[in-house]
């Protein structure tokens, strides 16, 4: 291959050249027309050129009999196997890789993610039936999963705790690697790399990810991405979807911004799954970069079996409970309009007691009567209570006077 041609070399094959700032300009070879649209200029890599007219640096360098390696000072391109540009038309066009799911929707194979909770509010015991349902081949909370190798790591904790955690996982027959305690130190990450490789596991387990990461500073953007890119890489080149076990922040926040620490946590990985308490009521959502979210729903946990289901969505499960006071409320029999229903139902927004109203209704649950406008107030009652019959009344078999009558009446009088 001929040597770096360098800019006074490349100058000497063009016409019309002009000095214009930073860049030189000339006329492009590539096309026949006179006009000044070529700019090149030297880079540390080598010398950029390009066609304000839209030629491309090898329609220059064919024009000029040039071989474009000559263009870069270590040559051939270094950039060319990091270099695919297509138009937009050309890529969305090409057939994509499509992604394969350890679970449907949720855990990419060779993909990250992180579960998250305050403590004491049960992500390991939900870890552990992921880990359960994975070796099983059994739906986790509701999505398929693939049947694969399972590697679980409890770095912290009594072991007793540990092993009650985990004992159903045997009564099941679920065949799931484990490991308890302290990894090596100054080496934990290298040792966690060795255990991969020993096995062709499908999911594995962290549990919590501070015990494998280098210092415990989590809001530093660099330290964090550096650790993060760690077990992406990993995953990416032995193949298992790696789950990282971790802490959410003291205030509770919306999306991704609650997980403890530096975005880049939450940036680096697939997928977020974020468990939350209240009242005694567990939540579960998740934030997906492949695959689909799960809404926040409510989550059922049976102590006994240690199963773990979504029971509904928190909106579906609110909608359900307003509908039930609405009945109950209506349960007497009397009519209400829909202001003195929302009244009388606490606990739920206007507008979801009126959608629970509207679908009471359609499903032929409650009856109504009027269109709500002024002097035509909508009433609502309990299906099988009938309305009144406006007017009826059990002493009216005799006719009353009528308005005429009284009119006339009162002029005989005066």
Known sequence: MQNYINVSGFEALLNGVIE???????????????????????????????????CTTVDICVALKLDSNRLFKQGPNPFAQFDPVFSVKDFVTQEAPEYEFLVEDLLPSGGTSLLVAKPKVGKSILA????????????????????????????????????????????????????????????????????????????????????????????????????????????QDLGPHIMLLHHEGKRIREEGDGVLGSSAIFGAADSLIALRKQNNQRTIFSINR?????????????????????????????????????QLLLADGAKRTEKVVKEGVSGHSNG???????????????????????NDPGLYWLAG?????????????????????LINSKKDGA
Not at 25 to 54: M, T, Y
Not at 137 to 149: E, M, Q
Not at 352 to 368: C, M, W
């Open 20 to 54: 214009s700032g930073s860049w030189t300009k000339a006329n492009c070879p590539a096309h026949d027309d006179q006009e000044i649209s070529l700019s090149f200029r030297e880079f540390s890599w080598g010398i950029a050129v390009k066609c304000a007219s839209g």
């Open 385 to 405: 209570v009938k309305e009144d019959e406006e007017g009826e009344d059990e002493d009216d078999d005799e006719e009353g006077p009528n308005m005429l009558d």
């Open 128 to 235: 552990i039936h992921l880990a359960d349902c994975v070796a099983r081949g059994i739906p986790f909370l509701g999505r398929k999963t693939n049947k694969a190798n399972v590697f679980h790591l409890t770095l912290e904790g009594s072991q007793s705790q540990t092993q009650r955690r985990l004992s159903h996982t045997v009564r099941h027959g679920s065949q799931i690697d484990c490991y308890f305690g302290i990894p090596p130190q100054n080496r934990a990450k290298e040792w966690f790399e060795y255990r991969l490789t020993q096995r062709d596991y499908g999911l594995v387990i962290v549990d919590p990810m501070s015990k494998l990461i280098n210092g415990s500073d989590y809001d530093n953007y660099a330290l964090m991405d550096r650790e993060m890119k760690f077990f992406v890489s990993l995953a």
């Open 290 to 326: 492949y695959g689909e979210d799960i809404p926040k729903s409510i989550l059922s946990f049976d102590r006994e079996t240690r199963a773990i289901e979504v029971i509904g969505t928190v909106t579906e499960t609110s909608l359900m409970r307003a509908k039930e006071k609405v």
């Open 352 to 374: 979801e007691v009126s959608k629970a109203l509207r679908i009471l209704v359609e499903e032929g649950t409650l009856y109504k009567s009027g269109t709500g406008k002024r």
